[in-house]
């Protein structure tokens, strides 16, 4: 599978707490996204970075994108209740034809 | 804008039926895929479109037809349901070159 594969599957913190997931792939890729899912509602789309690229910032998301390790981290700055979702990483493999494979995702739970 | 439709939100359908699983965006969006969605995990891709006439399988396309006849339309055809298809399905389109995908609020589909 090409599949990105999403650590850890689960996270759990506070209000006020950095939240760090990571993602690994398996090919080159021509970029990464990151999409939030809130419960029962359809993705959003957070961020791409393309494989040329290496940190990318959107207001308090921060991804690093290393394509010598096939990995790729998002970063919450500041969490609030609110960020309370699955985070999911997609790779772009297709050369161009958008064709997205999504990681089995991790369940981030924001604690007031 | 409506952004991407997906007609019906819930359906109960009975082994061996068929049906068809409406996907509709007003963005004149060229990429459009389909994705199942199962408890705890990741999206699976479909099928998916890079435009009209143009169709691809995914990584899950067994059971499944779909078509593009034009380009706000991408219909998702169920040839004899299995409960094994008991699932959330997810449209989902995007513009040519860089960015995400935007996703419809998805149908949950219940084989018996």
């Known amino acids: 599978s090409q599949q990105g594969e999403e650590d850890p599957q689960a996270l759990s913190i506070q209000e006020g707490e950095n939240a760090t997931m990571n993602c690994s792939y398996k090919?080159?890729?021509?970029?990464l996204q990151w999409y939030r899912q809130n419960s029962g509602r359809g993705l959003v789309h957070l961020i791409l970075?393309?494989?040329?690229?290496r940190e990318k910032h959107s207001g308090r998301l921060r991804v690093t994108l290393d394509t010598s390790k096939k990995s790729s981290s998002l970063l919450i700055t500041a969490s609030r209740a609110a960020d309370t979702a699955s985070y999911f990483c997609?790779?772009?493999?297709?050369?161009?034809?958008?064709?997205?494979?999504f990681g089995a995702g991790t369940r981030l739970a924001v604690h007031p | 804008n409506a952004g991407v439709t997906q007609t019906p939100k819930f359906q109960v359908l009975k082994t061996g039926q068929s049906m068809t699983l409406q996907c509709a965006q007003d963005?004149?969006?060229?990429?459009m895929s389909w994705y199942r969605q199962d408890p705890g995990m990741g999206l699976r891709l479909i099928h998916y479109?890079?435009?009209?006439?143009?169709?691809d399988q995914g990584e899950v396309p067994n059971g499944y037809n779909v078509s593009r006849s034009t380009t706000e339309d991408f219909p998702l055809r169920l040839l004899s349901a299995a409960p094994s298809q008991t699932s959330v399905y997810f449209c989902?389109?995007?513009?040519?070159?860089?960015?995400?995908?935007?996703f419809g609020s998805g149908t949950r589909l219940t084989v018996v």
């Open positions: 970075i393309r494989s040329n690229e």
């Open positions: 963005m004149n969006h060229e990429y």
């Open positions: 090919t080159s890729i021509n970029n």
């Open positions: 989902a389109s995007k513009e040519t070159g860089a960015g995400g995908y935007t």
């Open positions: 997609a790779t772009d493999f297709s050369g161009g034809y958008n064709k997205l494979i």
């Open positions: 479109s890079v435009g009209a006439g143009i169709t």
